[in-house]
């Protein structure tokens, strides 16, 4: 393992609806053999009978619990802020974050918790760039880390896959430079690993602008398969996600001339559809989740578009009241991770996406994203600042009883 500089705090969350600590004598958050911040079985049946996210005459929504909570610092002046949360088939919790300070190489770091948020083991990637995104992918019991970083106006992406014990499978680079690197997404299929993100395009022999690529390569020796790119030298296009379909499609997102494209691919690369989704934004990330029936949701600019596997925009939750910053699909549940009424929170919709209970928080979490654990809990990882400091935060919250 590379050495780690980042300190993974048992510091207890405060959320408005679901106390966690106790006292304020140190309770569990004070127990360094915890393994994380733990609420208690009374703490958790009071935030059962609390409510959240109403306003005025509106009836009160139910709120779930938090279970635990994770903290990952920096130190001294640097800033930590998590990217994504993925899930194991075994339970297994994993959470990306770069850690960065001015002037200095930012690392990624990847994380792995067990479900009482105990750390199983960490990784930790000096990169050479100030500058960095990263995401997760998971196949069975293997964990891929993609990062793009930047140093200066140059980029580039590398891929770091781990067994569930944090052993090192694979570890290889983009086949070329890259204009930014700010953003990347990662699939796994058939043995395979799938970036999305943007390249650099040659134009007569000169570097020329940046293009919306993805590229497959075998896992083992991050030999290159195939690619496939899209580019405009005027305007400029870049990836931002991947996700692999239910049907086995390789759908992408990004962004090409100012417009928001998503398409869908074959196992070799071969364009099935391509579909435009209007003006993208030029401060967000884009993202894809694989949807319900083979369908596929674009979360882009708080609003979700549902594509079906043949390319076509079809009716999905509105989400109506909530301003989505991430979706998850479990067992035919939904949740989701956003913002009603501007409080920030995470928690399970209904059909058409009307929030059945939520959970919001003072922490003022930032770009959140939500993920469902095997137990029925969901995960929630965002970043907050502390004195002016990023920290990232992961909690495991459970759903009220009366909603069981």
């Not at 935030?47 to 130190?75: K, Y």
């Not at 052993?167 to 690993?193: L, T, W």
């Not at 993202?287 to 596929?296: D, H």
Request: aromatic fraction near 6%; glycine fraction near 14%.
């Amino acid at each position: 393992m590379n050495e780690r500089r980042v300190q993974s705090s048992l510091v207890c969350v405060v959320l408005a609806m679901a106390a966690c600590g106790g006292d304020g004598d140190g309770g569990a958050a004070g127990d360094s053999s915890s393994g994380a911040s733990e609420s208690s079985a009374d703490e958790s049946s009071s935030a059962d009978e609390s409510s959240s996210g109403s306003t005025g005459d509106e009836p009160a929504l139910p709120t779930g619990a938090v279970v635990w909570t994770q903290q990952i610092e920096g130190d001294g002046s640097q800033d930590v802020a998590i990217h994504d949360v993925a899930v194991g088939p075994e339970g297994q919790i994993y959470v990306t974050a770069v850690r960065s300070a001015f002037s200095e190489p930012a690392h990624a770091l990847l994380f792995a918790y067990g479900a009482d948020g105990r750390e199983l083991w960490h990784d930790d990637v000096v990169l050479v760039g100030d500058e960095a995104q990263t995401a997760l992918a998971i196949a069975g019991d293997r964990v891929a880390l993609a990062i793009a970083e930047r140093d200066g106006i140059d980029g580039g992406y590398a891929v770091h896959t781990f067994d569930a014990d944090g052993a090192e499978r694979s570890a290889f680079a983009s086949p070329q430079s890259f204009f930014g690197g700010e953003a990347v997404g990662v699939a796994y299929r058939d043995g395979y690993v799938v970036v999305a993100t943007s390249a650099e395009v040659m134009v007569e022999s000169d570097a020329g602008s940046s293009g919306f690529a993805v590229y497959a390569h075998r896992e083992g020796d991050g030999e290159p398969v195939w690619s496939w790119l899209r580019a405009d030298d005027f305007m400029g296009a870049g990836g931002h996600d991947v996700a692999l379909a239910d049907d086995g499609t390789i759908v992408a997102v990004g962004d090409v001339s100012g417009t928001a494209v998503v398409v869908g691919l074959d196992g070799n690369g071969t364009t099935r559809w391509t579909r435009g989704l209007g003006e993208a934004p030029w401060s967000e990330r884009m993202s894809v989740v694989a949807g319900p029936e083979g369908t596929v949701d674009i979360v882009h600019e708080d609003v979700v578009t549902r594509i079906d596997a043949s390319g076509a925009v079809v009716g999905g939750p509105s989400f109506d009241g909530i301003t989505v910053s991430s979706i998850a699909y479990a067992g035919g549940a939904t949740a989701t991770s956003g913002t009603i009424d501007v409080r920030a929170g995470a928690g399970v919709v209904d059909g058409d996406g009307a929030p059945i209970w939520w959970l919001e928080g003072e922490l003022d979490l930032r770009d959140t994203v939500v993920a469902w654990h095997p137990d029925g809990d969901l995960l929630l990882v965002g970043t907050t600042y502390v004195d002016d400091e990023g920290v990232g935060a992961l909690l495991k919250i459970a759903a009220p009883s009366s909603t069981r």
